[in-house]
């Protein structure tokens, strides 16, 4: 056998984790870049990738091994991927392997050339059996100039495209025609929605518009073997379309044309676990990459994206209007102060003029949905007579009641528990719930409407396969008069009979230490009201009720106002001020551990690591703190926060510094886990 030839291959081995270089291999015959391999590791097999480049310090040619098996039958991947791939490792500081190997369809590891060339050989396209639609609506002014905009772009400099238009003001329509030019330029088109709930919706809508063409969906609730043929069939080149969550930002698409980011600000864009990428981020990064349109979608931006849009970095298209002129809901503050209160003291679920609200709206046949974002029946039981708390033993935080099952449940770690008839305590029967979650709300308003059909939708109420679609049914047959649910019915969904929507109690995130709550809020608020009057003939009565302590607060003002612009430039200028991003670059080193104090000293001599390279006067180290849920199924964690005015100097410092975090893990083993999360959501 000779071998000849030495190729450079990442894979992801946990004694490499943190070491970007390629290993040397061994092969008979020149294998292309991007080839999928199987090479020997230690005494292991790992699966690994052919890199396009050399990286980090060349194995000694003594201890090179030959390589085992290739996949020949598959196209390798593209150079353009590997460097997508590069920089997310990058950027977020994880192995080049890991996060090359993590974002493939698991199945494509486990087949074997022979077995991998049946499934391709079984490999049909199956397009869309929809004719593609003939009459398309007519553009309206906005969405034409939108429209002529991008076409100029593709000319030009390729910017990114911040689409920014209220709920119903023709955005989609702006993704589908995008979407027909670049197919037909026979290019492919990547679309990213922040939830696998989402996707059926806007599949439909493309379906609908592009029968004949050949859709793939990419998520993580995919069967395998289906992950595995929607990526195969975007891999291949045949997939035109291809329609996915964050993980299908990396999608393998060797004809890429355009990439639309649809509810750009959502924050399901950022992966919370393993390599912490936003997918928004990462899209923006690909168009430049490839030279390719990308269009971030939404209501309302994420404070990044609306401040480079106000910057002149991303160019800024608006739809003001909605289509047909379909008025926005009235938004109306209902001062919870003024509710004379009740003999007990417990303000009512819902204040009487809310109640009157939607008791007309039954009157009328109308549908009213309410907005509470916490499920469970109570955040915690509580004895009066001791003062016991249903506290999760395993975790910092209460466990949940949750009425239907009877259960206490911890939404941490999940640990479960019938509910006690007394008082663990004490002994005391009168053992009480506080608080309200959306089980409780919907009793409580079956209570006080008792002539109204009353739905809900959250996590629990969706749990088995199907239900969430089975509710939207009825919900849209108009089988249900009040629907009750968390933030899962605030998005997207296109409910026609909807007149009223009202949050519950949503001054909570105004007042919480995570500097993004009051964006995310808004933002909530905004789609919620969406769900109201996309009837245009119903939208001239449609309201969103806001029952609040705090009507004077400047978030409810822009909301009132549906003034995303002037919400944005407030909180921008609270975020400079307080050199929050984006006027600043964060990064979190997380430690979970028995104990506080091994967190702790893992993190304080990370923290002199620090301040002795080179540059780390240009980043501020903050001293360890617990997140606000700190203990989690028994494991302590802890946070140490890094601050830089530039992203650069952030960067520079986190790539000298992570091997040596390595290090020191080493000799801190009652340190279980640590992790860098790179613009971090929350900290
Ligand atoms: P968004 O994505 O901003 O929520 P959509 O694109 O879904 O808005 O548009 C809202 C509604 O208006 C949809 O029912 C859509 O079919 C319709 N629509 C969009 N553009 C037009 C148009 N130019 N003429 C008529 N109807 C339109
Ligand atoms: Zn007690
Ligand atoms: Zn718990």
């Not at 039981?381 to 949750?402: D, E, I, Q, Y």
């Not at 009793?443 to 088995?464: F, H, M």
């Not at 964690?637 to 040596?660: F, G, K, T």
Request: net charge positive.
């Amino acid at each position: 056998m000779s071998a000849d030839c030495i190729v450079p291959v990442v894979v992801d081995a946990p004694q490499h984790a943190g070491l970007s270089a390629t290993l040397d291999y061994q092969c008979e015959q020149a294998l292309a870049p991007g080839t999928l391999v199987q090479v020997p590791l230690g005494r292991r097999s790992v699966p690994g990738i052919v890199w396009h480049r050399r990286l980090g310090d060349a194995a000694e040619a003594a201890r090179l091994r030959p390589l085992q098996a290739a996949l020949h039958c598959l196209p390798p991947l593209g150079d353009a991927w590997m460097q997508l791939v590069e920089f997310s490792a990058a950027y977020y500081q994880r192995s080049v392997g890991e996060v090359a190997l993590s974002v493939l369809p698991p199945d494509l590891r486990k087949l074997d050339d022979l077995r991998l060339a049946k499934r391709l050989a079984r490999l049909r396209p199956e397009p869309i059996a929809a004719p593609p639609a003939l009459t398309l609506p007519a553009l309206t002014e906005a969405q034409a100039a939108a429209l002529e905009q991008l076409a100029t772009l593709r000319a030009t400099a390729r910017q990114p495209t911040l689409l920014q238009g209220v709920t119903g003001s023709g955005k989609t329509e702006v993704y589908l025609r995008s979407a027909a030019r670049a197919l037909e330029a026979g290019r492919q088109v990547l679309v990213l929605v922040p939830e696998i709930n989402l996707t059926p919706q806007l599949e439909a809508r493309f379906a609908e518009r592009f029968g004949g063409r050949q859709m793939v969906s990419l998520h993580s609730a995919l069967t395998p073997a289906r992950r595995l043929r929607h990526w195969l069939l975007a891999h291949l080149g045949q997939a035109d379309l291809v329609l996915g969550t964050r993980l299908a930002v990396f999608a393998s698409l060797p004809r890429l044309g355009l990439i639309v980011v649809d509810e750009e600000h959502d924050p399901s864009f950022k992966q919370q676990e393993g390599a912490r990428y936003s997918a928004r981020d990462l899209a923006v990064y690909r168009g430049r990459l490839e030279g390719v349109p990308v269009i971030l979608g939404s209501a309302t931006p994420s404070l990044e994206s609306w401040s480079h849009a106000e910057q002149g970095r991303y160019r800024r298209l608006s739809l003001a209007q909605r289509i047909g002129g379909g008025a926005l809901p009235v938004v109306r503050l209902l001062d919870m102060n003024t509710v004379p209160r009740p003999a007990d003291h417990v303000p009512p679920a819902l204040a009487p003029p809310l109640l009157q609200a939607i008791e007309q709206r039954i009157a009328r046949g109308e549908q009213s949905l309410l907005f509470l974002n916490r499920r469970g029946y109570a955040p915690v039981l509580f004895c009066g007579a001791c003062g016991w708390k249903s506290g999760c033993p395993h975790c910092s935080a209460w466990r949940v009641f949750h009425k239907a099952d009877r259960t206490l449940r911890c939404h941490h770690c999940g640990f479960g528990e019938r509910v006690p008839r007394a008082c663990p305590d004490c002994g005391n029967l009168d053992i009480a719930p506080i608080g309200r979650g959306t089980e409780r709300l919907q009793e409580q308003i079956a209570e006080l409407l008792p002539q109204a059909r009353v739905a809900r939708i959250d996590a629990d109420s969706t749990r088995a396969k199907g239900a969430l679609q089975a509710q939207l049914s009825a919900v849209h047959a108009g089988e249900v008069d009040v629907l009750v649910g968390t933030q899962m019915i605030a998005k997207g969904h296109d409910f026609r009979g909807i007149t009223l929507v009202a949050a519950v109690n949503p001054d909570a995130a105004l007042f919480t230490s995570d500097f993004r709550a009051a964006e995310r809020l808004f933002a909530l608020l905004m789609q919620a009201a969406g769900r109201a009057g996309r009837d245009a003939a119903q939208a001239a009565r449609s309201e969103m009720w806001i029952q609040t302590w705090h009507p004077r607060h400047a978030l409810y003002a822009a909301l009132r106002a549906h003034d995303f612009d002037a919400f944005a430039r407030d909180q921008l200028d609270e975020r400079r001020a307080a050199g929050l991003p984006p006027f600043s670059h964060l990064a979190l080193l997380r430690a979970e551990a028995r104990n506080v104090e091994a967190a702790t000293t893992f993190l304080r001599e990370a923290a002199t690591l620090a301040a002795q390279l080179p540059g780390g006067e240009a980043v501020r180290v903050y001293p360890p703190v617990p997140p606000p849920v700190s203990r989690v199924a028994g494991v302590e964690r802890l946070q140490m926060l890094l601050e830089s005015d530039s992203r650069r100097a952030l960067q520079q410092l986190l790539a000298e510094w992570l091997p040596m975090l390595h290090t020191l893990r080493g000799r801190h083993r009652p340190v279980q886990r640590w992790a860098v999360d790179v613009d971090p959501l929350a900290i």
